[in-house]
């Protein structure tokens, strides 16, 4: 199945006389794959009488070879699944078996990709990227300072590198752009931190998704949605792993607080009135930046107040 999507990722008509021939199989077992195709994995062919099946667009799919050049990924393994509950799980269970990072795992769907809170992260098939990076952490909870926040800068520049020069952060590690989600991330650490522990690195970005998907319950947009054109998933991989990989040594060496003034610039709520809601209460107030935690740091009525942690959901103002 994976090697006739290969041959039909282009989008064009292919007759089943040709895809059979390619592959060895007869066209009536081609046939059947594509009607697996499309239930499996979602997609829709269109079947033409004597032009034969094409997809309803072209995909960018994911491949091993134009994964693996020069750039980070040169030195982080990497493993590729069709379908996967989450790279992240994938990742975690990987290292519960004695794996060691820095390795990367992608997946062209996730049936269960994780937000923040236990939320779905939405994961349609070869449209966008779930990636999970597995980080070694070893020196303590200071080199955990920021981190989150640091991925989102990383997140940021590869987006920037691509074009979308309007994109921006929204604490702690949401990317926007004209208002609209284009990428989140979710840390999870897993290990001793007195010893060497991981920290699992999700990122998912929304690469070539055009259509509607009701499971979104905040406004999203994606790579083609903003540059109107479909993005070569693989060279973003390649760039999202060169950003990443200059980030987390970055970070490594020089810890949160040499980031801060790059975060606050990129920082599309700075200024803004917004709404921080806990599990505990809603506080109103003006973004001031962050501290040298990552901590966001609010002006409210009652003066500045600090805030930090998983629990925690920023909204504008205006749309609370
Ligand atoms: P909050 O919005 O409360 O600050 P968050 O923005 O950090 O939380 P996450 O927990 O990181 O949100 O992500 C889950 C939320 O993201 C979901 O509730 C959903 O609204 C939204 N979401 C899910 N999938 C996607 C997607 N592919 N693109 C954009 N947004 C998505």
New binding site residues.
């Given amino acids: 199945m994976q090697a006739l999507l290969k041959l039909i990722q282009d989008g064009r008509f292919h007759s089943g006389q040709a895809l059979g021939a390619v592959l060895g199989i007869s066209r009536s077992a081609v046939w059947k794959q594509l009607q697996n195709l499309e239930a499996e994995l979602g997609l829709v062919v269109h079947s033409v009488r004597g032009r034969g099946y094409c997809l309803e667009r072209p995909l960018s799919l994911l491949d091993m070879e134009r994964l693996g050049v020069s750039t980070g990924l040169g030195t982080w393994p990497v493993t590729l699944h069709y379908q996967l509950d989450s790279t992240n799980a994938e990742a975690l269970r990987m290292l519960g078996a004695g794996g060691c990072g820095p390795f990367v795992v992608l997946a062209e769907r996730q049936s269960s990709?994780r937000?923040?809170?236990g939320?779905?992260?939405?994961?349609p098939f070869a449209e966008?990227l779930y990636y999970s990076l597995a980080w070694p952490v070893a020196g303590g909870a200071r080199q955990l300072q920021g981190l989150s926040l640091v991925v989102g800068l990383a997140v940021l520049q590869a987006l920037r590198a691509f074009g979308l020069v309007q994109a921006g952060l929204k604490w702690p590690n949401?990317i926007l752009v004209d208002g609209r989600?284009i990428a989140?991330v979710?840390l999870e650490l897993v290990g001793d931190l007195a010893d060497l522990c991981h920290v699992v690195i999700g990122v998912?970005v929304?690469v070539n998704?055009l259509s509607d998907v009701d499971?979104?319950?905040?406004p999203?947009t994606s790579m083609a949605v903003v540059s109107g054109v479909t993005v070569d998933r693989n060279a973003f991989v390649r760039e999202l792993s060169s950003q990443l990989g200059s980030y987390l040594h970055r970070h490594q060496q020089l810890g949160f607080p040499a980031f801060i003034p790059e975060w606050n610039q990129g920082d599309l709520w700075a200024g803004r009135s917004v709404t921080v809601t806990t599990t505990a209460q809603a506080t109103h107030g003006v973004v001031c930046g962050v501290d040298v935690t990552g901590a966001l740091i609010l002006q409210t009525e009652d003066g500045r107040q600090v805030f930090s942690g998983g629990e925690i959901?920023?909204r504008l103002k205006d749309d609370t």
Avoid at 119 to 123: G, L
Avoid at 215 to 218: L, S, W
């Fill in positions: 990709g937000g923040r809170r939320r779905k992260w939405v994961s966008n949401d989600k989140g979710l998912g929304n998704m499971e979104i319950t905040q999203w959901s920023l």
